[in-house]
Each structure stands twice: as structure tokens, then as C-alpha cells.
């Protein structure tokens, strides 16, 4: 397993939360360290809560240039039939939603031993990945 952390969308969204400025500067703290990774899902779902969820949306080329510096390289999961698969048998046994199991199993895939979530039960181990609320 890689000793690199596995990050889901809401910790990259709470980096520009003005409202929660506790969750904001631990999700800033997490994604100091260069060693994180996430997967092409997570890209996509940042993508669309900063261009139509923010207070003030991200402009196209300020995301662009978010992106290219800082999440492109820690994209380390593509979607394949496999991933696809492994996700509907982790629904399946935790009755998670599809997309939070495709988050599991993307984190399983990337090799991570822990995945930072605020969605997703904390503590929970499985198949040696534990989720944990960095909010908590």
C-alpha cells in the first residue's frame, strides 16, 4: 500500500469554503503536504461545484490553471471497467451510494491506507483502507 493519503471532493472544496474557515484551514493543512492523491471523479466533481456551487464561481481559466497545478498531478485513478466493477461490489456490502463507492474503490486501486472523507463512515476499515473525517 502507498503511504499516500487518498483526498475526496470535499476536502478540495473546503480549501475556498469563506464559511467554514475551521474546515477550510484543515483541508489546506492536508493538501500542504505534496504527497495526496485523487482520482479523475474527484477532478469532476471539484470541477462542477467551483464553477456553479461556489459564492462566486471559479472563473474557467483560474480552474484550468487549478487543475494543471495542483490536481492533475495527483490524479493517480482513471475510470476503467474494473473500477466500475470493484465499486458495485463495495455498494453492494456497505450500501454506500454508486458514487461513494467508486470513491472507495478508486482510494483501494490507488494503493492509499487512508482516505479523507467527510461523507463516509469514519473509522471504517475496508480490505485495509480506513476512511477518516479530517473535520472531526
Not at 493517480?76 to 472507495?104: G, H, K
Request: proline share 4%.
Amino acid at each position: 500500500m502507498s503511504a499516500e493519503p487518498f483526498l475526496d471532493t470535499n476536502v478540495l472544496v473546503y480549501i475556498f469554503d469563506q464559511q467554514s474557515t475551521e474546515k477550510a484551514e484543515r483541508a489546506r493543512q492536508l493538501t500542504r503536504n505534496k504527497n495526496w492523491q485523487t482520482s479523475w471523479q474527484v477532478l469532476q466533481e471539484f470541477s462542477n461545484v467551483a464553477l456553479h456551487r461556489f459564492k462566486t464561481p471559479m472563473k474557467e481559466e483560474d480552474l484550468d490553471a487549478y487543475l494543471k497545478l495542483v490536481l492533475w498531478p495527483r490524479c493517480s485513478v482513471f475510470p476503467n471497467a474494473e473500477l466500475f466493477s470493484q465499486a458495485l461490489t463495495i455498494r453492494a456490502r456497505t450500501q454506500y451510494r454508486l458514487y461513494d463507492s467508486l470513491i472507495v474503490a478508486s482510494a483501494l486501486v490507488s494503493g492509499a491506507e487512508i482516505l479523507y472523507s467527510e461523507d463516509l463512515q469514519h473509522g471504517r476499515d475496508l480490505g485495509g483502507l480506513t476512511i477518516q473525517n479530517p473535520f472531526l
